[in-house]
């Protein structure tokens, strides 16, 4: 943005120091006057060119040169507070110019560079700190979503790659079946339309384009477990659903599509028979939990920690056609942060994994 020149701050600041000086010069000549001079002649206040060297004398300091000498304290006040006032003004500033800097680099795409303010904690301390931190979360933010980009398009290509394969063979084969290409064809098309819709709520979560309505995560719980219910028992999954009633604040949307992801991915990611999923509600604190907890094969933590990130399915976890595409953590953890909560992921002993969803419980006076 183009903006008019104007006075630096630090000039501002130098004739705020030599004006507050100066006229608290003033009003200290004014009360010697008032108080100890008063009753000297008027002709002392009405300085001649001829009494400025006398009144430099100390000798000759009194009554008599009291205007000359006054005249010149202001004088050695004002320039005094000029100098000193841009020295301080400086030295006030110094943090203030590191920080301005730092967000030129940063505006260049330098993100990887920190003001570390030395010093104890004051207000342009703070102000680093906190400009460090933003830093920090841009960058992680950035790099995040440039390895998603590469994933996202890896993940993209797969698909049109093998359409059109399948198209080119067809064409170089006119004899082929089209009934097997059609449903080979409906089938890749669909696993595409699936990442796109995923990558498009991905999207709408991490950009909090909502609207916050009262939400029982209990309610969707249930609902979630309706949903599943014909796919859980088709891989032989007992899904098991109990808990209070957990109100809280977001998006009925995205909620649901948040408890039927992690239901969804621990129905999947189970034993081959007789598995189990353990869905529990509760309140404590001022938060609202939801847990979904499984069996399966056991994991490591390593491997744990990296289910979150997009298109990350696990090493040790096996990809079916049912699988997914890889979204369904991301997303989720996406949803949680946009509602300013919390996702713990811990395997479970037994194997399996647990986890455990936070939010912020909705007031008492909301939804009633």
């Known amino acids: ?87 301080l003004a400086g030295r006030m500033l110094a943090p203030l110019t590191r920080i301005t800097d730092a967000t030129r680099l940063a505006t260049n795409r330098s993100l990887s560079h920190r003001i570390r ?76 339309i699936d990442l796109t819709e995923a990558l498009l709520l991905l999207s709408r979560a991490d950009g909090r384009s909502f609207t916050r309505e009262h939400v029982d995560l209990s309610l969707l719980a249930e609902e979630a477990t309706e949903t599943l219910f014909f796919f859980a028992d088709e891989r032989g999954v007992t899904i098991d659903v109990s808990g209070e009633i957990t109100p809280a604040i977001g998006s009925h949307t995205l909620l649901l599509q948040m408890t039927t992801n992690l239901m969804h991915n621990a129905v999947i990611h189970n034993l081959p028979e007789q598995g189990t999923v353990w869905v529990r509600t509760s309140v404590h604190q001022g938060n609202v939990t939801l847990t979904v907890e499984n069996t399966g094969e056991k994991l490591a933590q390593e491997v744990v920690t990296t289910l ?30 946009a509602h300013d909560g919390t996702l713990t992921l811990t395997p479970r002993a037994a194997g399996g994994l647990c986890v455990t969803v936070k939010l912020p419980a909705a007031p008492p006076h909301m939804g009633r």
């Open 117 to 192: 303010l030395p010093g104890r904690s004051d207000e342009f301390r703070e102000l680093a700190d906190a400009f460090d931190a933003m830093l920090a979360r841009l960058e992680a933010h950035v790099a995040e979503q440039r390895r998603f980009a590469a994933n996202a398009s890896h993940e993209l290509r797969t698909p049109l790659a093998i359409t059109q394969t399948l198209l080119d063979v067809a064409r170089n084969d006119p004899k082929r079946d089209t009934g097997e290409l059609v449903d080979r064809l409906h089938t890749v098309n669909t696993r595409a």
């Open 308 to 337: 979150v990130e997009p298109f990350q399915r696990g090493a040790e976890r096996v990809r079916s056609d049912r699988s997914g595409v890889g979204l369904g953590l991301a997303i989720v953890n996406s949803i949680v942060q």
């Open 1 to 87: 943005m183009d903006r008019a020149s104007g006075l630096s701050v630090r000039l501002k600041l130098t004739l705020s120091y030599a004006g507050f000086l100066l006229v608290a010069g003033t009003l200290l000549l004014v009360a010697v006057w008032v108080f100890l001079l008063r009753g000297a002649p008027v002709s002392t206040l009405m300085p001649k060119l001829s009494d400025f060297p006398r009144a430099l004398d100390p000798h000759n300091f009194g009554t008599a040169v009291f205007g000359p000498a006054a005249v010149l304290i202001l004088v050695f006040l004002l320039l005094f507070g000029l100098v000193g006032g841009w020295v």
